[in-house]
């Protein structure tokens, strides 16, 4: 696997520990890594992104809905990335929603073994902390 591939896949799982990513977001990640690719390559690499992480037991393919996430085979998604993702490119709003990706357990694990992994799961403890004590208080009518 490519020193790139990696890093991206690093960069997915990272974000992935504040919430599920959706493909414009994987895009834009793979955009900025490879800033002179043009579209087949930035297509082709957010694909194997999206598919290794898959693969490998890190994240699954889906979408949220109420606050839940549901899951998509994979077959599924690439089938999707196909028919939206890439023969719509130039009509964003074609696939723009059409795939998210959430980490499994595995996917958190690897993300928290690094260093900036775990500043950021620590950061994101503390956030979801702070928001339920904020909704914990009773509101003082005036």
């Not at 591939?5 to 990640?29: F, N, T």
């Not at 087949?40 to 949220?64: N, S």
């Amino acid at each position: 696997m490519s020193t790139a591939l990696e890093g991206l896949r690093h960069q997915v799982l990272l974000d992935g520990l504040v919430d599920c990513k959706d493909l414009p977001r994987i895009h834009w990640l793979v955009e900025q890594e490879l800033p002179d690719a043009d579209v087949t390559e930035l297509q082709a690499v957010t694909i194997a992104v999206i598919r290794t992480l898959v693969e490998d037991g890190l994240a699954e393919t889906g979408y949220p809905d109420n606050g839940e996430f549901v899951c998509e085979s994979l077959n599924e998604s690439l089938e999707e990335l196909q028919r939206s993702y890439v023969a719509h490119y130039d009509e964003p709003i074609a696939w723009f929603g059409r795939l998210w990706l959430n980490l499994t357990d595995k996917g958190v694990a690897a993300a928290t073994a690094t260093p900036d992994g775990r500043r950021i799961a620590e950061h994101e403890r503390k956030r979801s902390e702070h928001l339920l004590k904020e909704c914990d208080v009773p509101r003082v009518r005036r």
